[in-house]
């Protein structure tokens, strides 16, 4: 794997009822990522699944050197809690705790809260969250903070981190507010990205001239041949008429990354023989995948490296099967 490019799978938790198990599979899907070179595993956080801390917990235990990037919505964990539980887990187990800061694009679980901030209002918190968190985790001495969300006074909770073992940010998002967010709070951009070509105009760019580093997130289908890779791709895929019209409906979304994948899967499923909207259309992930053989899809790996792309955030891979493949794609590069 090149050392240019830090590799970070996805802890896939399913949706299933509370009763079931899940410990033995994460703790398995955990050692598998190590074992095949991932720095860590993006732990999401939504309503329905797990709460991603106590994952990050589970992935820490049955690892040595793997980093858990947790997903961290201000609405539903205050920095005071945050910071307890960050400080926690790395006085727990001496390895960092990256931070993946979300800000809400889902419309019925902001209503669900009651949550009255609009798109660049939760941009804004998300900008305060960080920076009186990254205070809470710095500083020796009492925090007083009087901000527009948050108001400490003399607090006192003894979550001070030495700096290697800090959090790094990484923001995900393509709009305006995301984009100065990361400039103001962030390590990493994170996006989903649109088919190379579209990516160098609208988002590397001006990430480029920020000096971040750049991530992206996408699944890999790769096989031996293409037509093998692309008969896994199609596997009992269907794209039915309710199915196109959620897509058209994303078309509107409040979220920038929604509407540009919503746009690229109406357009067509397959961009440049190797980038597929079709998982995204059907509502299996949020990301776009890269199908083909392996040449094919490390040498369109290759092209969004050479824009800058220093994280590579991978999704749809879990099983012994896939791992192996995408380390065969991973372990191209650079030759």
């Not at 996805?10 to 074992?35: I, M, N």
Request: overall charge negative; proline content about 6%; charged content about 25%.
């Amino acid at each position: 794997m090149p050392n240019r490019l830090e590799v970070i799978g996805t802890a896939t938790v399913p949706w299933l009822p509370p009763s079931h198990d899940f410990r033995p599979g994460l703790a398995a899907l955990a050692e598998r990522a190590e074992k095949n070179g991932f720095s860590g595993l993006l732990v999401f956080y939504d309503h329905m699944v797990l709460d991603p801390w106590t994952v990050a917990g589970v992935l820490l235990q049955h690892t040595s050197t793997l980093v858990p990037l947790v997903a961290v919505q201000p609405y539903a964990l205050p920095p005071f809690t945050a910071a307890k539980t960050i400080s926690s887990l790395v006085s727990l187990y001496r390895r960092r705790v990256d931070l993946n800061v979300v800000t809400g694009a889902a419309p019925e679980e902001l209503d669900q809260i009651g949550d009255p901030l609009d798109h660049d209002g939760r941009y804004a918190r998300a900008a305060e969250y960080v920076s009186l968190l990254r205070q809470l985790l710095g500083a020796d001495e009492p925090v007083t903070w009087n901000g527009d969300h948050y108001r400490y006074r003399n607090l006192r909770i003894n979550t001070r981190l030495p700096e290697h073992l800090m959090p790094r940010i990484f923001v995900p998002g393509s709009s305006e507010a995301s984009r100065s967010l990361v400039d103001r709070i962030g390590h990493v951009t994170l996006t989903h990205p649109e088919p190379v070509d579209r990516f160098a105009e609208n988002f590397a760019a001006a990430r480029n001239a920020s000096g971040l580093e750049m991530g992206i997130r996408v699944g890999l289908i790769a096989r031996r041949t293409a037509e093998e890779a692309w008969a896994a791709a199609l596997e009992n895929h269907q794209v039915d008429r309710a199915a196109r019209l959620r897509t058209l409906l994303k078309r509107e979304s409040e979220s920038d990354w929604n509407r540009r994948l919503a746009r690229l899967a109406s357009e067509a499923e397959v961009h440049d023989d190797v980038y597929w909207t079709g998982l995204y259309s059907t509502g299996r992930t949020g990301a776009p995948l890269l199908v083909g053989s392996y040449d094919q899809v490390a040498e369109y790996l290759e092209r969004y490296i050479a824009l800058g792309v220093t994280k590579l955030l991978v999704t749809k891979v879990d099983t012994e099967d896939e791992f192996h493949h995408a380390r065969t794609v991973l372990t191209r590069l650079d030759k």
